[in-house]
């Protein structure tokens, strides 16, 4: 593996509810390589969109240690890229501004990054989207104008938190294609692909993207299994249908689920 | 809105208008109603127009005073809401306060402005805007604090400064909401207005008004309640015209 971006050891997270104290994560040890594509996949309330926050610096963990490019996270850390479930656009700004507010957010000038912001853009396929309002487009599009958001500042890190929950399934397939060949194109333009960490509760949806795929489990969330996806790049459409992908789709499943045979109850 | 669309939109206003306009008509002329209990249209239209009242003064009056409430209302009220949104310290140290005021029976304030301030178009004014700057303040501060906790969370990851996410991702965001709210006061400050002359005045539509009750001029008062409903409608359709200009993608939020 290359040297790891993202260092976690011992990782826990305790909140208070009504009810008392609430374990969210518990002892959750893991790293992730300089331009790895890491998916993170479990139940719904494992905590994994928690880990993800914890790992932006936006939530702090009560136990362990987080570490990101070797130094420690104790507060939002700058240089990453977050797309959520929902595109959370700008009602009241064309998806041009839109894209562009990071940059104005970091307080550097936006006019530098005005080419860029095309360039992206055009990438998604959202040529001529620039000056539209979020809600002339689709939701695919806005999400995709999301991810072109997150890309603006060139960020080595990208933390996505289920940003193809929310969509069908057909363009929901379409989103994951799309999205790793722009991670694929600035491959080419940095010599460094980009390091994702991708939540999502679609197994199918991990193994199709990731280098590995790490299993949660709820309450409180730790890793069931870590598994690597020796799946040859780039991912086409009729990796899909291959025996490899239906394999480590299973194993992941029974992972989750702890079930050893596939009868179905229904 | 081509004019088809805007004629099949508005014809069955316009329709119904007419409408009552004859029934009204029709009923005085065919009970015989006593003119000061209930005059004819065309008397009313009369007394618009032609009759002894000198209109252009009071309407100047009263419109003034209703502008002022309205803008002494929407200024106050959003200060207030952007401090309420911006510090929990001065949300707990007014909100309270500010729901006190808002439970007076503000009609019940005004002699005591008569008191205080004597005639004028001042206390009017404040009348007007005492009345119509609440939902300003609430709308306001629902407004800045209705932002989505991502989009926030996307603000911390740039470092972006607290007044920075006010300016570009808070204050375009309550915007519709303090439009809305701006269109209540519209109305509220044409209350305050009248309410404030009936209590004191030497001018002004409500004026008029008070002075036709030991007239028994009852057209004359009708006359100026079409007035005070015109001055109304037009500043209302001043505030939707705004929202459309400043605020079109919220289209549909009232």
């Keep these: ?74 507060e939002p850390i700058p240089d990453v890229g977050m797309v959520f479930q929902a595109p959370i656009l700008l009602k009241w700004r064309s998806i041009l501004d839109n894209v562009l507010l990071p940059a104005e957010l970091a307080g550097k000038d936006r006019r530098s990054f005005w080419a860029r912001a095309q360039a992206l853009l055009e990438m998604a396929g959202l040529h001529g989207f620039a000056e539209k309002l ?19 500042l060139d960020p080595p890190l990208l933390l996505m938190d289920e940003p193809f929950g929310a969509l069908d399934a057909m363009t929901r397939d379409d989103m994951a294609l799309e999205l790793l060949r722009i991670w694929g194109e600035l491959d080419l333009e940095r010599n460094q692909r980009k390091t994702v960490l991708f939540v999502t509760h679609s197994i199918a949806e991990a193994v199709f993207l990731s280098d590995r795929v790490v299993v949660m489990s709820a309450r409180p969330g730790r890793i069931a299994a870590d598994l690597r996806i020796d799946l040859p790049r780039p991912r086409t459409v009729e990796l899909r249908g291959s025996e490899a992908f239906g394999q480590l789709n299973l194993e992941i499943f029974r992972t989750l689920t702890g079930r050893t045979t596939g009868a179905s109850t229904q | 809105m081509n004019i088809k669309a805007a004629t099949r939109q508005y014809w069955p206003t316009v329709a119904l208008f007419v409408a009552l306009i004859v029934v009204w008509q029709l009923a005085v002329s065919l009970t015989g ?15 618009m127009w032609f009759g002894e009242i000198a209109w252009g003064q009071h309407l100047w009056t009263t ?24 510090s929990p310290l001065l949300a707990n140290a007014l909100v309270p306060f ?20 004597g005639y004028g178009i001042f206390p009017n004014m404040l009348m007007g805007a005492l009345i119509g ?18 989009m926030l969370d996307l603000g911390r990851v740039f470092n972006a400064p607290k007044w920075k996410i006010f300016v570009k991702i808070r204050i375009p965001n309550a915007l519709p909401y303090i439009l809305s709210a701006l269109k209540i006061t519209a109305t509220a400050a044409v209350v305050g207005a009248i309410v404030g002359e009936f209590v004191a005045s030497q001018k002004g539509l409500g004026y008029v008004i008070v002075t036709t009750q030991s007239s028994m001029n009852t057209s004359v ?34």
């Excluded at chain 1, 969210?24 to 998916?39: Q, Y």
Aim: net charge negative; hydrophobic share 55%; with cysteine.
């Design chain 1, 1 to 74: 593996m290359a040297t790891p971006l993202i260092d976690l050891a011992g990782v826990g997270m305790t909140y208070e509810a009504a009810s008392g104290p609430v374990e969210a994560l518990a002892d959750i040890s893991l790293t992730v390589g300089t331009g790895e594509f890491v998916s993170l996949v479990g139940p719904s309330g494992c905590g994994k969109s928690t880990l993800l926050r914890i790992v932006a610096g936006l939530r702090p963990a009560t136990r362990g240690t987080v570490k990101v490019a070797g130094g420690e996270v104790t």
């Design chain 2, 221 to 254: 008062a009708f006359a100026a309640l079409i007035w005070i409903s015109i001055v109304g409608l037009l500043l209302y359709g001043v505030v939707v015209l705004l929202a459309h200009l400043w605020a079109p993608w919220a289209e549909g939020v009232d």
């Design chain 1, 134 to 152: 979020p809600r002339e487009l689709s939701g695919g599009m806005q999400q995709r104008a999301s991810l072109c958001r997150a890309l603006l």
């Design chain 2, 133 to 150: 700057f609440f939902p300003v303040v609430i709308n306001t501060a629902v407004g800045l604090s209705q932002v989505e906790a991502d």
């Design chain 2, 98 to 117: 500010l729901v006190f005021v808002n439970t007076l029976p503000k009609v019940a304030i005004a002699p005591l402005f008569l008191i205080w301030m």
């Design chain 2, 33 to 47: 109603v006593r003119e000061y209990l209930l005059p004819a249209p065309l008397s009313v239209w009369n007394a």
């Design chain 2, 63 to 86: 419109t003034w005073e209703i502008i002022g409430a309205f803008v002494m209302a929407a200024v106050v009220g959003v200060a207030l809401g952007v401090a309420i949104a911006w």
